[in-house]
T-cell receptor, first 114, second 113 residues
Framework: DTEVTQTPKHLVMGMTNKKSLKCEQHMGHRAMYWYKQKAKKPPELMFVYSYEKLSINESVPSRFSPECPNSSLLNLHLHALQPEDSALYLC?????????????FGPGTRLTVL | GDSVTQMEGPVTLSEEAFLTINCTYTATGYPSLFWYVQYPGEGLQLLLKATKADDKGSNKGFEATYRKETTSFHLEKGSVQVSDSAVYFCAHLPFTSGSRLTFGEGTQLTVNP
C-alpha cells in the first residue's frame, strides 16, 4: 500500500483565518514533504521532515508553519495568508530519511484564499 | 545546476496512437529518474522509475529507459487511451543525502476518441 491521505480536499479561507492542512501515511515512511503547486506548473518544495525533524525549509514565509507530531502525521498550519497563496498543496512521503528515495504523493488540498 | 527539460506541450493524439514525451536531464552523478502523472483535479501518481543506467521502468503500458549516454528518460506508450489524458512530469533525484526532487515543466496530453 502506497497511500498518502490529505484532508481536507478543498479549503476556502479568508486572509484573517487560521486553518490547518493534515497529511497521514501508514507505510512507515521516515521522510515527509509539503509541496505547493500552482496551476499548470510543477510542484515546488516547501518543507521536508526527516525522522520527525524539520530538515529543509525552502525559505517559506512564516505564515506557513509545519508540524510533525509523529512519524505518520504531518500538518501545515496556515495564518494570515494572501490570495496569491491559493494553490494545490501536496504532501508526499518516502521510505528513507533524507536519502535519495522515491516520493509518494497524496491527492492534495485545493486552497483558495479570499 | 541540476535540471530537467521536458518536451513542450500540449500534445494531442487520437486513441491508439503512439506516444513519446521527451525528457532530458542535467545532473552530477547518477540520479534516479521518475515519471509522475497528474489526472485532472488530483495529486501526482508515480507512473514509473529507474535508478541506474539502462534500467527500463514500465507500468500500465508506459515505458521509459534510463539512457546515461544521452542523459534522457523518454516516456513511450504504444497505444494511448482517452483515459491517459493527463499531465506528465519527468523528475530526477540525485543520489546524495538532502537532495531535492527536480521536476520538468510538465506535458499536457489529451487523447481524443
Amino acid at each position: 500500500d502506497t497511500e498518502v491521505t490529505q484532508t481536507p480536499k478543498h479549503l476556502v479561507m479568508g486572509m484573517t483565518n487560521k486553518k490547518s492542512l493534515k497529511c497521514e501515511q501508514h507505510m512507515g515512511h521516515r521522510a515527509m514533504y509539503w509541496y505547493k503547486q500552482k496551476a499548470k506548473k510543477p510542484p515546488e518544495l516547501m518543507f521536508v521532515y526527516s525522522y520527525e525533524k524539520l530538515s529543509i525549509n525552502e525559505s517559506v514565509p512564516s505564515r506557513f508553519s509545519p508540524e510533525c507530531p509523529n512519524s505518520s502525521l504531518l500538518n501545515l498550519h496556515l495564518h494570515a495568508l494572501q490570495p496569491e497563496d491559493s494553490a494545490l498543496y501536496l504532501c508526499a512521503s518516502s521510505p528513507q530519511g533524507l536519502a535519495s528515495d522515491t516520493q509518494y504523493f497524496g491527492p492534495g488540498t485545493r486552497l483558495t484564499v479570499l | 545546476g541540476d535540471s530537467v527539460t521536458q518536451m513542450e506541450g500540449p500534445v494531442t493524439l487520437s486513441e491508439e496512437a503512439f506516444l513519446t514525451i521527451n525528457c532530458t536531464y542535467t545532473a552530477t552523478g547518477y540520479p534516479s529518474l521518475f515519471w509522475y502523472v497528474q489526472y485532472p483535479g488530483e495529486g501526482l501518481q508515480l507512473l514509473l522509475k529507474a535508478t541506474k543506467a539502462d534500467d527500463k521502468g514500465s507500468n500500465k503500458g508506459f515505458e521509459a529507459t534510463y539512457r546515461k549516454e544521452t542523459t534522457s528518460f523518454h516516456l513511450e506508450k504504444g497505444s494511448v487511451q482517452v483515459s491517459d489524458s493527463a499531465v506528465y512530469f519527468c523528475a530526477h533525484l540525485p543520489f546524495t543525502s538532502g537532495s531535492r526532487l527536480t521536476f520538468g515543466e510538465g506535458t499536457q496530453l489529451t487523447v481524443n476518441p
